[in-house]
């Protein structure tokens, strides 16, 4: 309702129709990470499908495939930016391609958000660089702190993907975060992308007897990391970073999967019209549930949706000083800010899963 | 904790066992080094997560289907991508090798389309049946894919050694026309190999998603990289060679998670290629052949 | 036996040999003679399957049997001893042996290895050497030992004598001979025209892919251009 | 004195390929080294080129010992070989192997090579020279162009002594190259190989042709079961019992040469 | 004017396939001497991390630090290049392979020096440099009618392309000589070259560091266009990626790994119309390809006969590769 009303105030300035403009996608479409892409890229179609009904504004979706890769994300971004002449960009998908793209992005003039980037030092890429993702830096530290008030941690174990920007960066901050909380690490292990065998670094888990296990693992990973540590009887709970808040965790590993806590911007379960209406509308479409990297998508396009109707143009300065305008934004993630870097500012929920679901953890 | 590192480094082992035997299989026969090994077994172990979780079947129709499926792809792989490049003139060796590499890509990215790109779950009832001794649990799944990797591995050197056919393989290696002067159907006697070689990657793949629960398109990848190390460490073409350098690098991977670092888990199968290759270049169990003479 | 009809084959677009006629009567032994690169390897492998003629058709025991496998001609007791012996250099020699009797199943291969060791005794005494590590001499005598096991009714022979030494050659075609008395019809390959030509019935001469002469042995070892050009005189 | 094999013995994984066998050869000879096949005659070419160490003994060459030398240095020195089975660079052209042939009697590196100096622009001339006179010596000179695979046989064996001869060898290595050639194209050899004689080059010649043998060595030396039956000139080795029932054989000789 | 034809999405796309050609030239040298290296991107990751490390962390001036960096993987070639004489075929392209993981490896362990899977961002940017220099001296873009970003990608494009060519010439030089047929006799049979007095040890490891020299500058030069590196960017598929421009062009001619890398550089452009299936299109061509010319698309014989075609025109010689028999 609110988006009504901020809405309302745009509607002034374009009284011959809404607002046209082209809005560049990069995403991860083909490759390991295609899932990632998919959920993104399902998210935004969804959200410009209730845009157009609404009329405010008329974006059209320039979708193009990085395949993860640094220089196809690049190749992409100068198709967006050269080609297709786009007014702003939502994506990358992966830190690492925006650290490519998001310089170039700067010096083209051109707006960029990444809806799923949590590493370290993104929006500072640039003025044109912005994030609607909360990095690891927010989100773990919520996690685990609401984790140790809740079983009284002494003792953790650590367990990352070093091989990986998402998860290396996660690990960055738990260990971070441990030694605040002044926890004492029995052990920290690692493991690289797509590894289906985790039981050496379970058994040497197991074996330490830790009060909680700190994991900074994609879901891909983490989803059969707790399937293999309950198996062999690890039943502490597991705190995990932003990429491994997934239904799919769920679904890959069942009962296995209860005891996963998780801070994230993103909570399907939450009574909120808005994100209840957004579920269902999302399932309806594509048969899922939406994870978080489609309800961050969803709301970036609307908060990109949101400055094209506030500048009231799609030139490409405009649009950037009101997306970094953009206050108190109600989206599906809840309410959104910009702080000047860029940075998204927001409340993360805590989220464990109890009974195969996402519940709010208190 | 040590049995229990054992027992996980041998399962790891074993299924490396039964995807190196593939890749020796054909190497043995065609001196080709099949890079679409891998994704053939990616295949098996989606076929198991299709059978059971998806049709909700028994595990052992997921075996037939798997190795049906795998050798119905090696069957095409040997067809399109090897059969060609065979008795043709200036044929570099690598071309093989390349258009492996080529079924590969297809068939990752294949999977990525029929699957999806994440894991999948493959649970079955009988991954959870398991025995207690002492504090140590084993799983059935673990004895299975042991005594799986021991019978492939005791029947393809007593095939290869003892019998006719064998013979017959092992001369359809070494010279095609020679073999075909001698009576053998080197086409038929061929594809039956890839064949074999792929349905074995089928019941690897199947064993995979038993034990660890993970089934996603890139699994090809990472077990075939291994396969081609271990292959390597135990002598091109060599049975006995696969099965002992597969356990070893289980075993390996096992304890230097354990107790070392684990961050170097990966590269502990090419560490130890480099290692054996300048100590011994033939391999662990390859014989010298005594190169060409003057 | 054996009758090529204008049997012509390329190497993809390079014609090797041209309307090649020739025929082989039962029990004889016919050799064909030609300077290097003539087409004789040509022609031998033709007939053995290991090459597809474009034209042409090949007849064996009445039978035709262009474009047949070497291992179907195989198991109608055609068999061929190729340039270059053809041994399996990884493999023992025992295993080669073995080889040899691959499409046999009868019980006889026992005693046929016991026959072939007791004729070529160097291999008896080499029977776990590697193929590969023996000495030019003896794997033709491992070669001609294997295709014995083989039990032909026609064997072709391509250039068995190269490379041999005096005391082996003699000894070669005095196994030609014997394999021929034996009852193997023998259809041969020889630089070696003179003597070739004296354990051969019949005779054909290939020039650049054609027959350009045939004949009876004897004669053609008379003939004055045959001289001239094959025998050095 | 040009060549110096002193005792050599080679051990093949417990095949004695060769045992104790010694001989000499003199500037300007063509030497036979002959034998039954599996007699070590290969095998005594390669351990003289290196190609595998002998398990002991030791060859002297213009006065320098072989040992711990490495084939290429060999023929710098001034050896060169062929091959009993042909092995040419068969996708380069017949003048691109003679010239690789020389390769060790030329100096540009790199950055010559690349930047054509001028000391680089006047080898090249030099062996282009070089290669189209040693063609025109073995009659292949018309050929120059044609890919090395694409020759017949007789011409590869040729090409192969060409190859050799283009290192500008002291001394000269041949391995059967009669193998495989009739009579008429043997003859062409005879003549070749008294060519090459009368350039001054020692030749060590095996061969399984006897008349060839007979009519162009000074000297034969025979090995049998890798030990030196014989030694002396072709007249000697002929009537020679030992030979005769090793090697050549009573009937075979005789018609051989008749 | 000339702003509406500089498009910098093109000229990125060109940059990348120059880029590419550099590595797919990089394989060929390692190729022409018959050693299968699928260690390349290792060899790239070296040169990428000790160039960006060096202008980086040490302020040493970009061109010096690539220059360095190309030098420096060229060395560790040369170590490289001594076990790997011991290995032939499969064997070279699996231990290599082992190489490339292993440093690949090692860079995520090594997180002091290479900032682990994290990467090292922020990397001074070719283009970038370029531009603030051309400032400095009191030249800008707009001097051209160009806009900043025009001139980035433009002078990044024509830096790359002098450099291949440059790297082209060189190499085509090398070959029409001495070194050449050296490395030709090499590849077909390493015997045969060593007993005609060719230092077999000396030149196999010349080409296994030529390669490896070119593969690091190739490295560093990546380094320095997307001015972001981490390990996982020199990983497997990179290898063959690279191995394939070889390989699908054709690897007895230079033009061939050209070619390729043209070829299948501008593929996934091509085809990011159906870019959900351009990877199965990409791998059903290559198995295509290879059966049907599985010595790559260009070979000896387009060569000769575009050098044919050519001389026809000149005078009317004879054409070489025709059977000569007598
Ligand atoms: N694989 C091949 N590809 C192309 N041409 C070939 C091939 N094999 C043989 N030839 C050509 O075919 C012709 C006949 O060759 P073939 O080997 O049949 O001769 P040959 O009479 O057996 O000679 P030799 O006495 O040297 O063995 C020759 O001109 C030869 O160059
Ligand atoms: N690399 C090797 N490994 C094992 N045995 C070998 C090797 N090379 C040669 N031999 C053995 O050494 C012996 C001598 O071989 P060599 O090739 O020198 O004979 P040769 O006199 O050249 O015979 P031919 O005239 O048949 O060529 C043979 O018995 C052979 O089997
Ligand atoms: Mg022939
Ligand atoms: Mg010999």
């Not at chain 2, 290696?173 to 061929?190: C, F, H, P, Q, Y």
């Not at chain 4, 042909?86 to 390769?103: A, K």
């Not at chain 5, 922020?122 to 400095?136: A, C, M, T, V, Y």
Request: proline share 3%; net charge negative; with cysteine.
């Amino acid at each position: 309702n609110d988006t009504k009303d901020t809405g309302g105030q745009a509607n002034e300035s374009n009284s011959d129709g809404p607002v046209k403009a082209t809005v560049g996608v990069i995403s991860y479409l083909t490759g390991s990470g295609a899932s990632y892409g998919e959920a993104i890229t399902n998210g935004l179609k969804l959200a410009n499908e209730e845009l157009k009904a609404a009329g405010e504004v008329d974006i059209e979706l320039k979708i193009e495939d990085s395949a993860g890769k640094q220089e196809e994300a690049l190749t992409a971004a100068q198709k967006l930016m050269n080609s297709d002449n786009v007014d702003a960009i939502i994506g990358p998908t992966l830190s690492t391609e925006m650290f490519v793209v998001g310089p170039e992005a700067e010096l083209n003039g051109v707006t960029i958000l990444g809806t799923s980037n949590t590493a370290e030092g993104v929006p500072q890429l640039g003025d044109y660089v912005f994030r609607n993702s909360i990095p690891e830096t927010m989100a773990i530290p919520a996690a685990v702190e609401k984790a140790i008030e809740k079983y009284d941690v002494k003792k953790v174990a650590i367990l990352y993907g070093n091989d990986d920007v998402f998860t290396k960066a996660g690990y960055d901050v738990m260990k971070q975060v441990a030694e605040d909380k002044n926890l004492e690490v029995v052990t920290t292990q690692t493991f690289q992308l797509n590894q289906s065998d985790y039981k050496p670094l379970l058994t040497k888990i197991k074996s330490l007897e830790p009060d909680l296990i700190l994991a900074s693992a994609l879901y891909n990973e983490g989803a059969v990391i707790l399937d293999q540590a309950r198996k062999m009887g690890i039943d502490v709970p597991f705190v995990g970073g932003n990429g491994f808040n997934s239904p799919e965790v769920i679904t890959i590993a069942g009962d296995a999967s209860n005891g996963l806590i998780v801070a994230t911007p993103w909570f399907a379960q939450k009574d909120d019209e808005k994100v209840k209406s957004f579920v269902e509308k999302y399932k309806e479409a594509y048969g899922v549930e939406p994870d978080q990297f489609a309800a961050q998508a969803y709301d970036g396009l609307y908060l990109i949706a949101e400055a094209i109707k506030n500048a009231g143009t799609n030139d490409r300065d405009a649009i950037r000083d009101a997306l970094a305008e953009v206050k108190d934004f109600e989206g599906v993630l809840g309410m959104m800010s910009f702080d000047e870097e860029g940075d998204i500012v927001m409340d993360p929920t805590v989220l464990i899963i109890e009974g195969n679901k996402y519940i709010e953890f208190e | 904790m040590l049995i229990e590192q054992l027992i996980n480094g041998l399962t790891l082992g074993s299924i490396y066992v039964v995807v190196a035997l593939g890749y020796t299989l054909v190497f043995g026969v065609l001196n080709i080094v099949n890079m679409g090994h891998g994704e053939i077994f990616m295949f098996g172990a989606f076929m198991g997560v299709v059978v059971t979780n998806s049709l909700g079947l028994p595990l052992y129709v997921a075996f037939i289907i798997a190795i049906v499926v795998t050798a119905i792809l090696g069957y095409f792989l040997e067809r399109f991508a090897l059969r060609p490049l065979r008795g043709k003139e200036g044929v570099s060796h690598l071309a093989p090798l390349i258009s492996t590499i080529g079924v590969s890509i297809f068939l990752e990215n294949a999977a990525h389309h029929l699957f999806g790109a994440g894991n999948k779950p493959f649970r079955t009832s009988f991954s959870d049946m398991s025995f207690t001794v002492g504090t140590t649990t084993i799983y059935y799944v673990q004895i299975l894919i042991f005594v799986i990797a021991i019978l492939l591995m005791a029947g393809l050197m007593f095939w290869l050694s003892k019998t006719k056919a064998g013979k017959a393989l092992r001369a359809s290696a070494e010279d095609l026309s020679v073999a075909s002067l001698l009576g053998v159907n080197t086409k038929r006697m061929i594809t039956q190999t890839v064949i074999l070689a792929s349905a074995m990657g089928g019941i690897a793949g199947i064993l995979v998603g038993l034990a660890f629960n993970s089934v996603n398109p890139q699994m090809g990848l990472s077990f075939g990289l291994k396969g081609l190390a271990i292959i390597i460490l135990g002598g091109l073409g060599n049975v006995r060679g696969a099965m002992v350098g597969g356990l070893i690098l289980g075993l390996a991977e096992t304890f230097v998670v354990a107790y070392g670092d684990s961050g170097y888990r990966d590269a502990i199968a090419f560490i130890a290629i480099i290692v054996i290759l300048i100590v011994r270049p033939q391999g662990i169990f390859g014989t010298a052949t005594s190169g060409s003479r003057g | 036996m054996l009758k090529l009809q204008n049997v012509s084959t390329y190497y993809d677009k390079i014609q090797a040999i041209k309307n090649v006629d020739i025929a082989v009567e039962e029990g004889t032994v016919v050799t064909i003679l030609g300077a290097n690169g003539a087409g004789k390897t040509t022609t031998m492998n033709t007939i053995a399957g290991l090459l597809k003629p474009k034209e042409g058709s090949i007849h064996y025991l009445g039978e035709d049997v262009t474009g047949l496998r070497p291992d179907q001609l195989l198991r109608k007791g055609l068999a061929l001893v190729p340039e270059g012996r053809g041994i399996l250099s990884s493999m023992t020699v025992m295993d080669n042996l073995e080889m040899g009797a691959y499409h046999r199943n009868d019980s006889e291969v026992g005693a046929d290895l016991e026959k072939v060791m007791k004729r070529f005794p160097i291999l008896k005494e080499r029977k776990s050497q590697l193929g590969g590590t023996l000495s030019g001499g003896q794997q033709q005598m491992l070669a001609i030992a294997r295709v014995i096991m083989s039990r032909p009714k026609l064997l072709l022979l391509d250039e068995p004598s190269m490379g041999l030494a005096p005391l082996i050659v003699a000894d070669i075609f005095k196994i030609i001979k014997e394999i021929s008395e034996a009852g193997t019809t023998v259809l041969l390959v020889e630089q070696n025209a003179r003597q070739a030509l004296k354990v051969a019935d019949y005779g054909y001469v290939l020039e650049t892919g054609r027959v350009v002469a045939s004949g009876n042995a004897k004669e053609l070892l008379q003939d004055d251009t045959i001289q001239k050009a094959y025998l050095g005189h | 004195m040009v060549l110096e094999v002193k005792k050599i013995s080679k051990n093949f994984g417990g095949i004695q390929a060769l045992t104790d066998v010694s001989f000499s050869i003199e500037q300007g000879e063509v030497i036979g080294l002959i034998g039954p096949n599996g007699a070590g005659k290969t095998t005594m070419f390669n351990m003289i080129t290196a190609m595998f160490p002998p398990s002991s003994g030791e060859i002297i060459f213009m006065g320098k010992s072989l040992s711990g030398l490495k084939p290429h240095e060999i023929t710098k020195l001034g050896i060169c070989r062929t091959f009993q089975n042909i092995r040419l660079f068969s996708d380069l052209t017949v003048r691109e192997n003679v010239m690789v042939g020389n390769h060790c009697r030329l100096t540009t590196g790199v950055w010559q090579s690349v930047f054509r100096t001028k000391h680089q622009k006047q080898e090249e001339k030099k062996v282009l020279e070089k290669a189209d006179e040693i063609l025109e010596i073995v009659g292949l000179l018309e050929h120059s162009q044609t890919i090395a695979k694409n020759l017949s046989y007789g011409q590869q064996r040729r090409l192969e002594i060409a190859r050799a001869l283009a290192s500008d060898p002291k001394l000269l290595l041949l391995d059967e190259p009669a193998a495989g050639m009739n009579e008429k194209e043997t003859n062409d050899l005879f003549d070749l190989i008294t060519k090459i004689k009368s350039l001054g080059i020692t030749v060590l010649l095996i061969e399984h042709d006897m008349p060839l043998v007979m009519r162009i060595c000074s000297r034969l030396v025979v090995l049998n079961f890798g030990e030196k039956i014989a030694e002396g000139t072709p007249d000697s080795i002929q009537t020679n019992k030992e030979v005769i029932e090793a090697y050549l054989g009573v009937e075979e000789e005789e018609e051989e040469l008749a | 004017m000339l702003s509406e034809l500089i498009n910098p999405y093109y000229l990125q796309i060109a940059s990348f396939i120059l880029l590419n050609i550099i590595l797919g030239v990089s394989i060929y040298i390692t190729l022409a001497t018959g050693q299968l290296s699928l260690g390349h991107a290792g060899f790239m990751s070296i040169g990428a991390y000790t160039s960006a490390i060096l202008t980086l962390n040490h302020n040493v001036p970009l061109v010096l630090g690539i220059l360095i960096a190309a030098i420096f993987t060229g060395l560790i070639g040369v170590l490289i290049g001594f076990p790997a004489l011991r290995l032939q075929g499969v064997y070279l392209a699996i231990a290599t392979l082992g190489f490339g993981e292993v440093i690949r490896v090692l860079f995520v362990n090594w997180e002091g020096l290479t900032n682990g899977a994290i990467g090292i961002s922020r990397i001074p940017h070719l283009g970038r440099e370029i531009l603030s220099f051309s400032q400095s001296i009191g030249i800008e873009p707009a001097a051209f009618g160009l806009r900043n970003n025009q001139f980035i990608s433009l002078s990044v494009f024509l830096l790359l392309l002098i450099i291949s060519i440059v790297v082209i010439w060189f190499f085509i030089r090398q070959n029409n000589s001495r070194i050449g047929r050296a490395y030709a006799s090499i590849k077909m049979d390493e015997q045969a070259s060593e007993a005609m007095g060719i230092n077999i040890t000396y030149y196999k490891i010349l080409a296994f560091g030529q390669g490896a020299l070119l593969a690091g500058f190739a490295g560093a030069l990546y380094a320095h266009m997307t001015a972001y590196i981490s390990p996982s960017d020199f990983d497997y598929h990179r290898a063959v990626e690279i191995l394939i421009f070889a390989v699908f062009g054709g690897s007895e001619v230079i033009w061939g790994p050209i070619f390729g890398a043209v070829f299948l550089s501008t593929l996934p452009e091509v085809l990011r119309a159906v870019s959900e299936y351009r990877f199965m299109i990409y791998g059903a061509l290559i198995v295509f390809m290879m059966a049907f010319r599985p010595q790559g698309l260009i070979d000896m014989n387009v060569m000769n006969w575009f050098k044919r075609s050519k001389s026809k025109k000149k005078e009317g010689k004879h054409g070489t590769g025709s059977k000569e028999n007598q």
